[in-house]
């Protein structure tokens, strides 16, 4: 029953270890992150999500002064 599916892994991304309604696998799409997903603890999701907010954050700056010097 149970004790099996667990042990065949999760059918959403094929790892064993955790459930399928607990996988996280499908956010990271690179191979490379889940690599970096399976080492390292949750904290650096966090600053993963400050890096993505500041990189857009600059992009929409420059977009800003680039409209004020046409």
Known sequence: GNKDNIRA??????????????????LRVDPQRDIVLDVSSTSSEDSEEEELQRLQAMREKKNLNEEEEK
Request: with cysteine; charged share 20%; net charge positive.
């Open 9 to 26: 892994g999760c059918k959403k991304c094929g790892y064993p270890g955790h459930l399928t309604f607990e996988c996280r696998n499908f």
